[in-house]
């Protein structure tokens, strides 16, 4: 079992914590091997081959982003040469009022967004959604969509990091209508409130017992509490809210202490 250090990726608008990525555009490290043969500040590429289809992340957002979407696999691989990225957010904190953009208001065409985007006027076709701490929203490739200021993410998404602008609330910044434009879909956002979700990319459940086995090749994420996670080396090492675990290998693992424990399993 390794616990992980982040990439930090800071935003105008926030910052990002790229919790498990081998991407070479931010690329996580390790800050404890239990087995002991991974030395501390390894890159995890090391330890994936730079092959992990997911990327994980904890995105503080303290202003609104830019609406975009995200190419699917096809479209991606043709004209990115990269992964697609559908994704999905678990909301960790969210103020009262906090929002999400995902999707639209009706059916408008291709020529209906690019003038309202040209004229800085797309805010009446974007669907908001209200969020509330515990939500998760799933936002497949080709789902406008924006996060809103006053929120904490867990993004799990495809590993990519292939976005496109779409619009910018009038603030200036380069936009990509074309290739915006050309990967949009008919979709809608599937808001969802369990303990457990799976999609064509990615698990994730709410671990329940004090011990469980590992299947390998998983990763647990600390959504609150204090405490430690103990591997088959007998390795006590302490956690606590958003420290992330990455079991390259089938493990039983055991916890001591209040904590709430996610697991995420790539497809």
């Known amino acids: 079992m390794l616990k992980l250090q982040p990439f ?13 990525s081998d991407h ?10 239990t087995a002991g043969k991974i030395p501390a500040g390894a890159s995890f590429a090391t330890v994936t081959g730079g092959k992990y289809p997911l990327l994980i992340k904890v995105i503080q957002a303290n202003e609104t982003l830019s609406v975009q979407v995200h190419p699917d696999d096809d479209y991606a691989g043709k004209h990115e040469n990269s992964r697609g990225k559908s994704e999905g957010w678990l909301v ?4 009262a009022d906090a929002a999400l953009v995902a999707g639209f208001n009706g059916k408008p065409d291709a ?9 800085n006027r797309l805010d009446g076709y974007l669907r908001s959604v209200a969020v509330r ?13 924006a996060i ?12 990519s990091d292939v976005t496109y602008r779409l619009y910018d609330w009038g603030r200036g910044r380069e936009v990509h209508i074309d290739r915006g434009l050309a990967v949009v879909k008919d979709l809608s956002a599937a808001a969802v409130a369990v303990d457990k979700f799976e999609c064509p990319y990615f698990t994730w459940e709410i671990i329940n017992g004090e011990t469980f086995a590992g299947a390998g090749d998983e990763v647990l994420f600390v959504l609150t509490g204090e405490g430690f996670l103990r591997g088959e080396t007998g390795a006590e090492i302490p956690a606590r809210a958003e420290d992330t ?9 055991s916890r001591r202490g209040d904590l709430a424990v996610l697991r995420i399993r790539a497809r």
């Open 24 to 33: 070479p555009h931010g690329c996580a490290s390790v800050e404890l091997d």
């Open 133 to 145: 701490n515990g939500d998760w929203l799933y936002i497949p490739a080709g789902l406008v969509h």
């Open 111 to 119: 020529t209906a967004l690019r003038a309202a985007i040209n004229e």
């Open 245 to 253: 675990f990455y079991c390259p290998a089938a493990e039983k693992i």
């Open 92 to 95: 960790l904190q969210a103020a």
């Open 8 to 20: 930090i990726s800071e935003k105008i608008w926030g910052y990002e914590r790229w919790l498990v």
């Open 148 to 159: 809103g200021g006053g929120m904490r993410l867990l993004e799990i998404q495809e590993s």
